[in-house]
């Protein structure tokens, strides 16, 4: 047997992605469109598009209607075919241009989860007999003119550049694409790679269709009488089109009658399937109908994942992928525990509200895993159209369902878990309110019979674990926080990135930056470097950013060194030398007490930091002046305190109508930061008293609180950030409100062994512990005056009284 091909084939990689085909055979050197539908379909389209040489594996199915196929669902023989162009449908399916290249044999398939690979070789085109080959030709080439001029619905140019076609095994694949034959027909051809038995085969397969076509010509001049060629020609087409809709139309009721549905869903779809028989197939309506149906068809009414309730294993999980974060772990394993002991539990819906980079999103892929359910996100930020949520209505050209039912859809299960990432970067304008929309979808109540516009049938979001995240509580409108389960991640203290930083992001930068047969080893005070000088965040995005610019810098001196070193260690003066000046500065107290300085504390987006307070007094009229763009709760702070301070004249040894000789001003440094919040009413007070009574304010202490008029200290906000903020600052006192005892649990060990925290209920305890004082007991201890007693006229209104 003589080998035909003129080249040697390529060597072919191991493995190549593999495109099961429904009712179609691509012959080699032929040109064919396909619509790709399928979710692991596109990933091996996707897979081809990556290649350098963008071929795929065309192989066909054995059966249609097989959505899943394995090995024994193909054929073994198949087409190598190089991807030509890609369409995106607005329907999420592609459509896709190839061209055949080569026949070839699957020697072994693969699934690797995403989509079926193949190793394969090239099954050359072979001659056995020569004589016999030019013989079989020449007949094909007469009986394709033939039954192409008997069918008329074959181009004429196409027939002519067919039958020109000198090479035999060309000539063959080209005969065989562009008749009208059955699948096994057309899949026995292409696994024919001996061109002698092809062009045989092919012939036989010709002239038995021109038979049947001329006895279908006969029929049709015998009831209509002498019809033109051209009116023949089209019914013939007609009637195809009409055997191709109806073998769809066969496979779809087929379709609806084993899918699992919901008793109103078969009803609608068996309703809209009886008006689809009935419609010409060409027909507008008849595209959209079908288009729903397919819809409805793919959704995953029953179709769920089984929950994986063991919790110790899913604490490891949750352990492993994230350092720190108890409150949401803890939330997530009341959610299993309950699961396991109640038989159907309605799905919670938890929002993790926090700052950028503090892992609401990683968290809640780990949440899946955990709970060995799939996972699909739904992006937010910058939906302003209530569409996106429920979808469109189907009288609209281009109608698709909403984004929940799409999501769901792409997942292919009932009970995921779904990430409504960004929800508080919703906005909302004549399109309608998202926000609204997703009321319904989020209310446990509500969603076991959620109606999309587009489906217009219930569909059972119950059982999907919704987790919403977002970055500002307040954004979130009020109804919708109403249905969510808030849980708050603060910004991670200096130990947290740290450790952070150690377990995961070195090894990982290490890794993607190719050091990873290095020994890197990275000092605790070169990391604790990066994050109070290179970084300023409550996540650790950016201190991983600047670990990866340290690992790509190391990875460069690598390659440019003669020998590369097979231990790299990085300390501070190695951080610097790599990535240069340090970009921030952390704040330090005063070195010495003084008068009319305090250190306040504050809570900002990116943890906690010193709020320094300066008083200063001079000579004038009693004007009261606040700066460092303070907003009006700070403002009313200052005011505040400064009654407190005025109604404790007396006891401070101050004159009751100091204030008219002098004025005041109160000055927050950093100006062009905006300042807000009633936390530094404490350390107002005792700046103001400071610089009235000349006593140095202790250079150790930090403070905060809100302050009442009585002098009452309120409790704050954000104790953790500000405590860790004053320690990392070297102070050694904090004085916070007593109020705030019940937080002292979520201060780290560590950062209290390193400072004293004392709790005060009024701002007279705070003075006596903040000010530098000879006898501290002795200090404030007139009672306080305010009312009538401050003006000197509480025996008259009591004699008035009497």
Request: glycine share 8%.
């Amino acid at each position: 047997m003589a080998d035909h091909s003129s080249d040697t084939p390529p060597p072919l990689p191991a493995l190549l992605p593999v495109l099961p085909l429904r009712g179609v055979v691509v012959f080699p050197r032929a040109v064919a469109p396909l619509f790709v539908g399928r979710e692991r379909s596109i990933a091996a389209l996707d897979a081809a598009i990556e290649r350098e040489d963008r071929v795929v594996v065309l192989v066909t199915q054995v059966n249609a209607r097989t959505n899943e196929p394995s090995a024994r669902d193909l054929y073994d023989v198949g087409t190598l075919a190089c991807v030509t162009q890609v369409m995106r449908m607005p329907d999420e399916t592609v459509k896709v241009s190839v061209q055949g290249e080569e026949r070839v044999r699957i020697l072994e398939l693969v699934d690797d989860g995403g989509h079926l690979k193949a190793r394969i070789e090239i099954v050359p085109d072979a001659i056995a007999e020569q004589d016999a080959v030019t013989e079989l030709q020449e007949r094909v080439r007469t009986a394709f003119a033939a039954f192409a001029g008997l069918q008329r619905r074959i181009p004429t140019d196409v027939v002519q550049n067919v039958v020109g076609i000198e090479d035999p095994g060309h000539l063959a694949d080209m005969v065989a694409a562009h008749l009208g034959l059955k699948v096994p027909d057309r899949q026995a051809v292409l696994a024919l790679h001996e061109i002698g038995a092809r062009l045989a085969r092919l012939a036989e397969l010709i002239e038995a269709e021109a038979e049947v076509a001329r006895v279908e010509r006969r029929l049709r001049k015998k009831v209509s009488g002498d019809a033109a060629d051209a009116d023949a020609a089209q019914a013939a087409g007609e009637q195809n089109d009409g055997d191709e809709f109806k073998n769809e139309l066969d496979e779809l009721g087929r379709s609806i009658a084993e899918k699992d549905l919901t008793e109103e869903a078969r009803s609608r779809l068996d309703r809209e399937f009886r008006k689809l028989k009935m419609m010409n197939p060409m027909s507008a309506e008849a595209g959209v109908l079908r288009t729903y149906i397919d819809w409805v068809l793919a959704l995953p009414w029953a179709d769920r994942s089984e929950d994986v309730l063991d919790i110790p294993a899913a604490r490891e999980v949750l352990e492993a992928d994230h350092y720190g974060l108890e409150k949401p772990k803890a939330r997530i394993l009341e959610y299993l525990a309950v699961q396991k002991l109640v038989e159907r539990l309605r799905g919670p819906v938890l929002c993790l509200v926090g700052p950028p980079g503090v892992g609401k999103t990683s968290l809640a892929r780990s949440i899946a895993t955990s709970t060995g359910r799939r996972f699909v996100r739904l992006s937010l930020g910058g939906v302003r159209d209530e569409a996106e949520i429920r979808g469109h209505r189907r009288t609209y050209i281009g109608a698709l369902p909403g984004k929940v039912i799409q999501s769901l859809k792409k997942v292919g299960s009932n009970n995921p878990v779904f990430l409504l990432d960004e929800i508080d970067k919703m906005s909302m304008d004549f399109r309608g309110d998202p926000a609204s929309a997703l009321l319904e979808v989020l209310d446990p109540e509500q969603n076991d019979s959620f109606v999309d516009h587009y489906l217009d049938l219930d569909y059972d979001l119950s059982s999907v674990l919704f987790i919403a995240t977002a970055n500002f509580l307040q954004n979130i409108p009020i109804a919708l926080a109403d249905r969510l389960e808030i849980i708050e991640l603060g910004g991670y203290t200096e130990p947290e990135k740290l450790a952070i930083a150690k377990r995961y992001l070195v090894p990982r930068q290490q890794k993607e930056n190719g050091l990873a047969e290095v020994d890197l080893k990275v000092a605790d005070d070169a990391l604790k470097l990066l994050i109070r000088s290179y970084t300023r965040e409550a996540g650790v995005r950016s201190l991983e950013r600047q670990i990866g610019a340290v690992c790509r810098k190391l990875a460069t001196e690598q390659l440019e060194a003669k020998r590369a070193r097979k231990r790299l260690r990085v300390d501070p003066d190695r951080v610097r030398t790599l990535l240069g000046a340090e970009k921030y500065k952390d704040k330090r107290s005063e070195s010495e007490d003084r008068v009319g300085i305090v250190n306040g504390l504050a809570v900002t987006s990116v943890g906690g930091d010193l709020l320094d307070v300066e008083v200063a007094v001079v000579p004038g009229s009693g004007r009261l002046t606040f700066t460092g763009k303070l907003g009006d709760v700070m403002q009313e702070s200052v005011q505040a305190a400064m009654s407190y301070v005025r109604s404790r004249a007396e006891a401070l040894g101050l004159d009751r109508s100091f204030y008219q000789k002098i004025d005041v001003h109160v000055h927050f440094p950093e100006g062009a930061i905006a300042k807000d919040g009633p936390s530094a009413g404490i350390a107002i007070a005792t700046g103001l008293v400071s610089a009235l009574t000349g006593l140095r304010v202790r250079h150790d202490v930090a403070m905060t609180g809100e302050i009442t008029l009585r002098g009452r200290v309120l409790a704050i906000g954000g104790l953790k950030e500000k405590v860790i903020a004053a320690h990392r600052a070297g102070l050694t006192f904090c004085l916070v409100p007593e109020e705030n005892r019940r937080n002292l649990e979520d201060i780290p060990a560590e950062v209290q062994k390193g400072i004293e925290i004392r709790f005060v209920a009024h701002a007279d305890e705070a003075l006596r512990a903040a000010l530098v004082l000879r006898d501290p007991d002795a200090f404030l201890t007139l009672p306080q005056t305010y009312g009538g007693e401050a003006l000197g006229i509480a025996a008259e209104g009591a004699a008035v009284a009497h």
